[in-house]
C-alpha cells in the first residue's frame, strides 16, 4: 500500500506539471516567420550589447516566445518590450514590424531613436492598442 500511495503522490504533481506545460506549450507560440522577422530587426537595431538585457540574448535557436520582451498567444506575437535597450539611430525600413500582425504592444521607453517610421509601421497593424515611448527622444522626421 505505501508504494502505491508514494507513486500517486509523487505521479500527481508530475503530471499536473506535464500538463501545465502542454497547456503553455499551445497557448503561446511564436511561429518561425514571426522569429525571423524579430531577428533581423535585433539585426537592423544599434544598441549597446554591454548593456542590453534582452536583444542580446535573442537567440535563433530558442523559440522566439521565450525570449524576454516577447509576449506571444495562441496567435503569436502580440507584444514587444524594447524598454531601456540601449537602442539608438533609426528603425530600419527593412524589419517593418507590420508584419508582426497579431502586434498589440510595443514599449520602446527608454531608447534614443533620431527618426522613425515606427508610426507609419504601426498605423498598418488593425490589433494594436498602446506605444510607449517614455523618454523617447524623435528628433526629425514625420509622424502620423
Known amino acids: 500500500m505505501r508504494v502505491s500511495l508514494f507513486s500517486s ?4 504533481p508530475l503530471c499536473s506539471l506535464f500538463l501545465s506545460f502542454c497547456i503553455y506549450a499551445v497557448s503561446c507560440q511564436c511561429l518561425g516567420n514571426q522569429q525571423s522577422l524579430l531577428l533581423q530587426l535585433k539585426n537592423t537595431l544599434v544598441f549597446n550589447t554591454a548593456l542590453s538585457t534582452k536583444l542580446v540574448h535573442w537567440d535563433q535557436n530558442v523559440n522566439c516566445s521565450l525570449w524576454e520582451g516577447v509576449t506571444c498567444d495562441q496567435r503569436g506575437v502580440i507584444g514587444l518590450d524594447l524598454s531601456n535597450e540601449s537602442i539608438s539611430g533609426q528603425l530600419d525600413n527593412s524589419s517593418d ?3 508582426l500582425r497579431y502586434l498589440q504592444k510595443l514599449n520602446l521607453a527608454y531608447n534614443n531613436f533620431n527618426s522613425s517610421q515606427i508610426t507609419y509601421q504601426l498605423a498598418k497593424l488593425k490589433e494594436f492598442e498602446l506605444l ?3 523618454k523617447y527622444r524623435l528628433c526629425e522626421g514625420h509622424y502620423p
Not at 503522490?9 to 500527481?12: D, E, G, I, Q, R
Open 97 to 99: 514590424l507590420s508584419n
Open 132 to 134: 510607449e515611448f517614455v
Open 9 to 12: 503522490l509523487f505521479l500527481m
